[in-house]
């Protein structure tokens, strides 16, 4: 399975921009890169996936490196409530699995 | 929000009784998956189903059991409890394969052996 690598932990301030990155150097052709964070006490929730373009939704954007090796979450300001851990995983090929990793615990700084 | 239901939320159980855990969905949707959560670990995969009946083990599936006899309800059990299952066991569902369907996750179940 194609694993990603990403730092434990980072912090922003708060209304500044965050990249968040991801190292996935065994993707393959077909994967999709997929980010999902989990705020306390709760389950992870959805916030963005892509392919070989950049990607915006009204939560954030994907960066993906033109080699696809590698890629950045972007959350453009960020607030007291993004303070969750950020995972970036890979669908697996020939599979239907979702790997999670150990994800980049963001804080926000007030 | 998706429809998922998990339950019970909260259980503490003895070491070497037997555990079900219970993940059901309204959206009918066809993939379903197990995961547990642990301090230092991240989310890990236990079990994940592609259709009623059709299932298969992920990362860490020693120790549990899972079955799925309809849509909506994916099952998994531990046969004897032991205290390295103290855990937070999150359920998640999707609809499709693939890069437009998006995994939606339960609340979690939190299980205590003792």
């Known amino acids: 399975d194609a694993k990603t690598t990403q730092p434990n932990s980072m912090e922003s301030n708060e209304e500044e921009p965050v990249h968040l990155p991801c190292n996935h150097s065994t993707i393959s052709g077909t994967d999709y890169i997929h980010w999902y964070r989990q705020l306390p006490s709760q389950g992870p929730e959805y916030v963005i996936h892509g392919l070989t373009s950049n990607v915006n939704n009204r939560m954030a954007s994907l960066a993906i490196a033109e080699d696809r090796k590698s890629s950045t979450l972007i959350l453009h300001r960020a607030t007291l409530r993004d303070a969750a851990v950020y995972y970036c995983?890979?669908?697996?090929?020939?599979?239907?699995?979702?790997?999670f990793g150990t994800g980049t615990r963001l804080k926000v700084l007030a | 929000d998706a429809g998922i239901t998990q339950s019970p939320r909260h259980k503490v159980t003895e070491t070497g009784t037997p555990v079900t855990l219970r993940c059901h969905q309204t959206e009918n949707h066809r993939y379903m998956y197990w995961y547990r959560q642990d301090p230092g670990h991240g989310l890990r995969l236990i079990h994940y189903?592609?259709?009623?009946?059709?299932?298969d083990k992920g990362e860490v599936s020693d120790g549990y059991s899972v079955s799925r006899s309809k849509t909506e309800d994916f099952l998994l059990t531990l046969e004897s409890a032991t205290s390295s299952q103290t855990s937070v066991y999150f359920c998640?569902?999707?609809?499709?394969?693939?890069?437009?369907?998006?995994?939606?996750f339960g609340n979690g179940t939190r299980l205590t052996v003792t």
């Open positions: 998640a569902i999707s609809e499709s394969w693939g890069s437009y369907s998006p995994l939606h």
């Open positions: 995983i890979l669908s697996a090929p020939g599979t239907y699995k979702y790997i």
């Open positions: 189903s592609y259709g009623v009946k059709d299932t």
